[in-house]
């Protein structure tokens, strides 16, 4: 891939449980001000992953006062809710190379339950490090 291909990204991913307060204001900024300098596209996805204290409502809110203060952004919304297919996808790539371990019990109900997938099995990334 040559460097004119590659297309520099920033986030902001806020978790649609309240109003934003500043500290979500500041990390928004500081996201969208670097991401905007490097000519890059700000992407904006939404953690709505717990499900009993995420609200549709609140990331309506969280978008309108994004734009409100003027950060807009280029890509998205990305709701997680509905990507867990996309990542069980991605996580059997990187079983069928090697590079996850099993989960145990206890970590594996706990994504499973957040992440609302019907994936048998849980995976975890294993980091190589190149020596």
Request: hydrophobic letters at 40%; one cysteine or more.
């Amino acid at each position: 891939m040559n460097n004119k291909e590659y297309i520099e990204r920033g986030r902001f991913a806020p978790s649609p449980t309240g109003r934003m307060h500043l500290g979500n204001v500041f990390s928004a900024l500081l996201s969208w001000l670097s991401i905007k300098a490097q000519g890059g596209k700000w992407v904006l996805r939404i953690e709505d992953i717990d499900p009993q204290r995420s609200r549709m409502e609140y990331a309506d809110l969280i978008m309108s006062d994004l734009e409100w203060l003027g950060l807009t952004w280029d890509e998205g919304p990305f709701y997680q809710s509905e990507r867990g297919e996309i990542y069980e996808a991605e996580l059997q790539k990187l079983a069928d190379r090697g590079m996850t371990y099993r989960a145990t019990a206890r970590v594996r109900t706990y994504w499973l339950r957040r992440l609302r997938t019907r994936a048998t099995d849980a995976w975890c990334i294993r980091v190589r490090a190149a020596i």
